[in-house]
């Protein structure tokens, strides 16, 4: 099913999305790789709190290249999601609702998505240039010493996603296979 979604990814939003939509996202993101979210993690466990409002959130793990001359972001295609999986949990526990990257997930990533209604969707690996055309605006908002990793907040238009696991634990990677594998 396609879906068109004005962030924030609210609970019921998320409840509403399964494994296998096709989504389009307009609204504000957050993006951060693994270092960011080691320094959030850090931060969270230090009682102090997040550069930005955590809840209902959409995350975008990705570190974009820079900006060309009249350009708001430079390529900004998915990175491999389970580097985040040690910090996703906690990420979801402090609000955050939505993941945008690409590859599996582990099991304890998805129970804390069943647990927090939280909704992973998957980004065309590759394809950074083309996603970026859906950036309209970027700014950095903490970590600047990052570099690419930076926490930044981007305003995204009609952003191409589908849904691979939500928040009920579907999982389209392992729904894909069954049904190859069952000749469907």
């Known amino acids: 099913?396609?879906?068109?979604?004005t962030l924030p990814l609210t609970e019921e939003i998320a409840k509403s999305l399964h494994a296998g939509d096709n989504v389009y996202l307009t609204g504000v993101i957050y993006t951060s790789?693994?270092?960011?979210?080691k320094r959030?993690?850090?931060?969270?466990?230090?009682?102090?709190?997040?550069?930005?409002?955590?809840?209902?959130?959409?995350i975008y793990y990705v570190g974009p290249t820079p900006a060309k001359p009249g350009r708001v972001?430079?390529?900004?295609?998915?990175?491999?999601?389970?580097?985040?999986?040690?910090?996703?949990?906690?990420?979801?526990?402090?609000?955050?609702?939505g993941m945008i990257g690409k590859g599996a997930r582990s099991k304890e990533v998805i129970e804390a998505m069943k647990k927090h209604?939280?909704?992973?969707?998957?980004?065309?690996g590759g394809a950074g240039a083309l996603l970026a055309k859906c950036i309209k605006s970027a700014e950095i908002i903490?970590?600047?010493?990052?570099?690419?990793?930076a926490l930044r907040k981007l305003y995204v238009e009609d952003m191409p996603l589908?849904?691979?696991?939500?928040?009920?634990?579907?999982?389209?990677?392992?729904?894909?296979?069954r049904e190859y594998l069952e000749g469907k």
């Open 40 to 58: 959030m993690c850090e931060a969270l466990a230090r009682g102090e709190k997040l550069p930005f409002d955590p809840q209902d959130a959409t």
């Open 162 to 177: 589908v849904v691979v696991i939500d928040s009920y634990g579907e999982n389209l990677y392992e729904k894909g296979r």
């Open 33 to 37: 790789r693994d270092a960011g979210h």
């Open 142 to 149: 903490d970590y600047e010493d990052l570099g690419a990793e």
């Open 117 to 124: 209604s939280g909704v992973y969707f998957g980004a065309i």
């Open 73 to 97: 972001i430079g390529s900004a295609g998915p990175t491999t999601s389970y580097r985040m999986d040690a910090y996703a949990p906690t990420m979801l526990s402090v609000g955050a609702r």
């Open 1 to 5: 099913m396609e879906k068109h979604i």
